[in-house]
């Protein structure tokens, strides 16, 4: 019985990959590498010290850090460009409708999230949100997800974690929750891993909650 959805950020509710992209390559040049944005994009969405080290090895936590602040520079510069899937905002003010309540879970820096919560007033729309920086491991651990159910006041079974990426999968499935892969790219689709949904439109779904029985949550 469905009664709460955990969203993935990047990819899933909205369209950030440009930006993101452009700001860890930008970051990466004061870093002295010249790293191509392209090079970044199977990796959006992994937190941002993984997400590091796929190209600088032996970062110490200050390193780690420092590339975070500059990343954020670099990504408010360029927010504008990012756009909100438009069934995103249609799924979850039907969401809201049935009474199914909607949070977001994502490896985004706290400090980023907030500024695209605030600049895009998501606060009206989901619940709550948990970034990987609340949680002591990112994705693929199920702890974004987990801390995410708690803040609804659901459990696992009533919920269903949503993302694009298999590691959004495999986080859902090892926090006990149904999973469904929304398909944006050619990533999407390149898993391993079989999530119990695979949709190509968020408003699927409401079918699927439907289909789950819906329970109001209090």
């Known amino acids: 019985m469905i009664k709460g959805v955990a969203f993935d950020l990047d990819g ?5 990959a440009e930006t993101l992209m452009l700001a860890w390559s930008n970051t990466f040049k004061e870093f002295g590498l010249n790293v191509k944005p392209s090079e970044i994009r199977k ?3 992994l937190s941002p010290a993984v997400i590091a080290s796929k190209f600088i090895n032996n970062l110490s936590n200050d390193d ?9 520079k670099h990504f408010i510069e360029n927010i504008w460009r990012i756009k909100i899937f438009p069934d995103a905002l249609s799924t979850i003010l039907k969401l ?27 606060n009206q729309l989901v619940c709550c949100w948990v ?20 803040k609804m006041n659901l459990s696992p079974n009533e919920c269903i974690s949503v993302g694009d990426r298999e590691y959004d999968i495999i986080a859902g499935k090892k926090a006990g929750s ?26 699927e779904l409401l079918n699927i909650a439907s289909a789950n029985g819906i329970q109001k949550s209090l």
């Open 12 to 16: 899933t509710l909205i369209d950030s």
């Open 43 to 45: 990796y959006v969405g």
């Open 64 to 72: 780690v850090e420092k590339m975070k602040g500059i990343r954020k």
């Open 96 to 122: 809201k409708e049935m009474g199914i309540k909607a949070s977001i879970a994502t490896s985004m820096g706290k400090d980023m999230i907030n500024e695209i919560i605030n600049n895009f007033n998501l």
């Open 131 to 150: 970034s990987s920086e609340e949680v002591k491991n990112p994705k693929p651990e199920p702890d974004v997800f987990l801390k995410a159910f708690s």
């Open 178 to 203: 149904l999973t469904a892969l929304i398909v944006r790219d050619q990533y999407s689709k390149s898993i391993n891993i079989k999530p119990d949904y695979i949709i190509h439109d968020l408003n």
